[in-house]
Nanobody, 112 residues
Framework: QVQLVESGGGLVQPGGSLRLSCVASGFLFSRYYMSWYRQAPGKERELVAG????????NYADSVKGRFTISRDNVKNTMYLQLNSLKPEDTAVYLCRSPNFWGQGTQVTVSS
């Protein structure tokens, strides 16, 4: 049974940082491209960042380049998203995605 469990979200002031985690189980994590998406109220779900199976290649949405960093630990079956210099427009539910499955998401709220 595939499971993707996100954690690390919360309320942070503009300019602050958070580190999101996604723990995967039920499939061979190290073989797959993984990604983070986000969905804000009333908006479409959008790709934030992706990472290749080995971690050697990454891609980012233009809106987060230079502020967010995606990484993974294939020993721990965990993917991370470091969020720095957060802005109010980064407020959303952040979801972890494997090729065929979604996590439940973790809420990130950026507000003063």
């Amino acid at each position: 049974q595939v499971q993707l469990v996100e954690s690390g979200g919360g309320l942070v002031q503009p300019g602050g940082s958070l580190r999101l985690s996604c723990v995967a189980s039920g499939f061979l994590f190290s073989r797959y491209y993984m990604s983070w998406y986000r969905q804000a109220p009333g908006k479409e779900r959008e790709l934030v960042a992706g990472i290749s199976s080995t971690g050697s290649n990454t891609n980012y949405a233009d809106s987060v380049k230079g502020r967010f960093t995606i990484s993974r630990d294939n020993v721990k079956n965990t993917m991370y998203l470091q969020l720095n210099s957060l802005k109010p427009e980064d407020t959303a539910v952040y979801l972890c995605r494997s090729p065929n499955f979604w996590g439940q998401g973790t809420q990130v709220t950026v507000s003063s």
